[in-house]
């Protein structure tokens, strides 16, 4: 059963963790601990127990609105020269592809210098109760020579999310994009449309599709974020 037991948590790991799920970790590991012990727990064969849990599991995040792609993480390339120091300030979330985490409308993600290299990131959201979801946590490049080439943690004790800017001249756009290889198998994509104002123009926004699609990034179900004034004035003044 410790066999079973092992090779369960390693197969959560991959297809949960790997994907970023912005949760704590401590209740990922309540999950993780009571689903393991009742696969292992049952007696029909461990094994073909387990490959039919990795397939559940990433059914279960299909099934939540998690955009999984078959085969490994396209390489787009990234903003040529990135400079951070520009980046900082308030955004306002335009379109997505679905993610698990994301529940909300009125999204913004405000960037700040917290040391040198590390960018401090606040990300809110106005839920369907009208309560504002907020999310703090910081980014910074794996490697200097690719600054544009961002690693996101929320959780200390969860792997850092790819932030990619592929595309941004500050002042008005920004177009990320994201990306977890699951199992060796499938991909999980994560992909946002970015504006320093509330709206895009139609022309702009299919000039920023084009980013996507031209690195084989299909956005064919990404989601319009509600920016609207009258949903977003119950965000606080703050947010």
Known sequence: MLFCF????????HCILEVNLHCPPTELVKMSLLFCVCVCSYPGPKMQTLHVLSLTLLSILAANAQTLRPGKCPQPPVQANFDAARY????YEIKKLPAVFQKGECTTATYSLESPGVV???NRELLADNTVSAITGYAKAKDPSEPAKLEVTFFEDSP???YWVLSTDYEGHSVVYGCTDILGTFHADFAWILSRESTLSEEKL????????????DIDVMTVTNQSPELCADMPLWA
Request: proline residues 3%; charged residues 10%; hydrophobic residues 45%.
């Open 6 to 13: 092992l090779n369960c948590l390693i197969l959560i790991h």
């Open 88 to 91: 900082l300030g308030k955004w």
């Open 120 to 122: 401090g990131v606040l």
């Open 160 to 162: 850092p999310g790819n």
């Open 206 to 217: 299919e000039e920023l599709y084009h980013v996507f699609t031209s690195n084989g990034i």
